[in-house]
Every structure is written in structure tokens, then in C-alpha cells.
């Protein structure tokens, strides 16, 4: 089995940023893809990017170029940097992992931009 434990979050101004925290334990070392979801209130879940165990990364085009992705093998932590943020990327985030036949998910943290 697989633990993430997210921090972070909060409110910013548009332009702010944020940074994100995914801290995975138990079987980390089986762990191929962590990604981060978000979902906005009335609004499908939407994918956001991803971080490979080998540290490659995809992005949804909206947030490209403005969030990055990095790991910390050493603390077992994936997180998600968010820079320019704007209002509409006001949702609840989750980092999310795959192991064997189901995925594990992180208790979701509320990300609020708004002047």
C-alpha cells in the first residue's frame, strides 16, 4: 500500500504563488507516475501534470510554462509549484499514485485565487 499526505494550499492574489506537497510512504519505491489532479467547484476533475519516477514531467497546456513538478527522493516528496496563478485555477488539488490494481490519493488541499 501507498500514504500521500498533502500540504499547502491556500488563498492568493492573481499572479501569487504556491507550492504544494505530496509526502508518499509505504511502498515508494514501486511508485511509477504521481500525478496531481484539481477539481473546481461544479466542474469535472481535471488532470494537471505528472512526475515519473525517472523525473519526466507532462503538463496540461493551461497550466505549461506557469506550474512545475519536482520530486525529493531523499524526503519521498512530490510537489507541485505554482507561479502566475489566476482565478481559474481556484480548485482542490490532489496528487495521485498507481500500485498494482488501484490508485491512492492524497486528502486534497484548496487552492483560492481571487482579488
Known amino acids: 500500500q501507498v500514504q500521500l499526505v498533502q500540504s499547502g494550499g491556500g488563498a492568493v492574489q492573481p499572479g501569487g504563488s504556491l507550492r504544494l506537497s505530496c509526502a508518499t510512504s509505504g511502498r515508494t519505491a514501486d511508485i511509477n507516475v504521481i500525478s496531481w489532479s484539481r477539481q473546481a467547484p461544479g466542474k469535472q476533475r481535471e488532470w494537471v501534470g505528472q512526475i515519473t519516477s525517472g523525473g519526466y514531467t507532462t503538463y496540461q497546456a493551461s497550466v505549461k510554462g506557469r506550474f512545475a513538478i519536482s520530486r525529493d527522493d531523499a524526503k519521498n516528496t512530490v510537489y507541485l509549484q505554482m507561479n502566475d496563478l489566476q482565478p481559474e485555477d481556484t480548485a482542490v488539488y490532489y496528487c495521485?499514485?498507481?500500485?498494482?490494481?488501484?490508485?491512492?490519493w492524497g486528502q486534497g488541499a484548496q487552492v483560492t485565487v481571487s482579488s
Open positions: 495521485i499514485t498507481w500500485l498494482l490494481d488501484r490508485d491512492y
